[in-house]
């Protein structure tokens, strides 16, 4: 009986590793060999699902890539923000991937080569946006994103995920990839810095009539005091069109992997004569560019305020709090030209003169409280410099 016990507990242990080795060659099949049930692919993006067409309209014409590949196994350009991610069957796999038409961008098919075998890949399709329907859309808005694909002529099927299209002014400030690194994206601030814009002109003009200066000459005008005092003019010109200041900053956007700040652009702040810290620093900025004068956008934890260069060599820096603007009403006291020695009180030039002084001061105090957060590339903090360097990778965005 023994002998009997025993081979068959050996043709059991038999069976067990007949079974074992087909369970191990089947899991090597699954793994290396493509069939039709394993081939797929699915929609996928950096942004948790969000599409900015603030930061899309800004590198359009760049080579800017701020916006960085979470995978490092990718082929196509990550600026079309929307990809799939597929797995390749075999060495130079031919992918084919069809992007449907909605009302953002156009319809579009793309074709890659995927080098690897049995390798990961994103895959970052042409995206032909419609870059005036990205610029025209103001508030968050739902699109169905439409995907068909196929591998060395095997269909992959077809794949719909719904994205949401940010307003304009959602200028996007940092994201999370992979659920733990933050990348800071608050250069695209720059994109809202506009000194192109044709209503510049007629600001300009108008600072002209205050008769301050009589030219804007940039660093031309050679002393510090005579490029403060084409600032100044500046300041003076938007207290006389009786810019308030507006709190409003929030977005509708809900997320632990994009943050994103409100920011309006330079026509509507112009028109609406209405800013928050940012309106009125990108606003400050883009006159400061039209002039010739480099800007400098200083972000701290809540609040950002304007910096401008005195001198061409970029030694000495002046900051302005552009929340101030509003302080004063000018229509309250009387213009210069209508004074006689027999009134009292101030004018309306004093006046504005009185705070822009008080904002310098209050701005450079903010500064020097957090010039070392400010230079640190921390979170939260920024200095950016808009710059010709950061206008060859980051373009106004226009309205």
Not at 181 to 203: C, L, R, S
Not at 207 to 234: C, H, M, P, S, W
Not at 276 to 291: K, P, W
Not at 294 to 307: D, I, Q, W
Request: with cysteine.
């Amino acid at each position: 009986m023994n002998k009997i016990q025993e081979a068959r507990n050996g043709a059991k242990k038999w069976w067990l590793l007949i079974v074992l080795m087909f369970v191990i060659a089947g899991g090597i099949f699954f793994w290396f060999v493509p069939s039709p049930f394993r081939l797929g692919f699915e929609i996928t993006d950096d942004l948790g699902g969000n599409i900015f067409p603030s930061a899309i309209l800004s590198v359009a014409t760049t080579d800017a890539q701020v916006i960085q590949p979470s995978d490092t196994m990718y082929v196509g350009s990550p600026k079309s923000t929307i990809a799939v991610r597929v797995r390749s069957a075999k060495a130079l796999s031919r992918v084919r991937v069809e992007v449907a038409e909605s009302r953002f961008y156009a319809r579009s098919v793309s074709e890659f080569v995927l080098d690897r075998a049995h390798t990961n890949y994103v895959i970052y399709p042409d995206i032909v946006w419609n870059y005036e329907a990205l610029k025209n859309n103001l508030q968050a808005e739902p699109i169905s994103v439409l995907i068909t694909a196929e591998m060395n002529g095997k269909d992959l099927g077809q794949k719909v995920r719904t994205f949401s299209v940010r307003s304009i002014n959602e200028c996007l400030l940092g994201y999370v990839s992979n659920g733990k690194k933050y990348h800071d994206t608050g250069i695209f601030f720059a994109a809202y810095v506009n000194e192109d814009h044709p209503m510049i002109d007629q600001v300009l003009r108008e600072a002209l009539n205050t008769r301050i200066v009589n030219r804007f000459l940039g660093y031309q005008a050679g002393k510090a005091d005579a490029v403060d005092r084409q600032v100044y003019a500046l300041w003076n010109v938007l207290q006389k069109r009786q810019f308030r200041y507006s709190s409003v900053a929030n977005t509708s956007l809900s997320s632990n992997v994009v943050f994103s700040q409100r920011v309006r652009t330079f026509e509507d702040a112009l028109n609406s004569s209405q800013v928050n810290c940012v309106d009125g620093s990108v606003l400050f900025a883009s006159l400061l560019r039209a002039i010739n004068i480099v800007p400098v956008l200083v972000r701290t934890p809540g609040h950002m305020f304007v910096g401008y260069y005195t001198d061409s060599n970029q030694k000495d820096i002046n900051f302005l709090e552009t929340t101030m603007i509003g302080d004063v009403d000018l229509d309250d006291f009387f213009p210069d030209e209508q004074l006689d020695s027999t009134m009292v009180g101030k004018s309306q030039n004093q006046m504005s003169r009185i705070t822009f002084d008080k904002s310098k001061e209050y701005a450079r105090k903010k500064y020097e409280q957090n010039k070392s957060g400010v230079h640190s590339g921390k979170q939260n903090f920024m200095f950016l410099e808009i710059s010709k360097d950061v206008r060859r990778n980051i373009q106004p965005i226009g309205k």
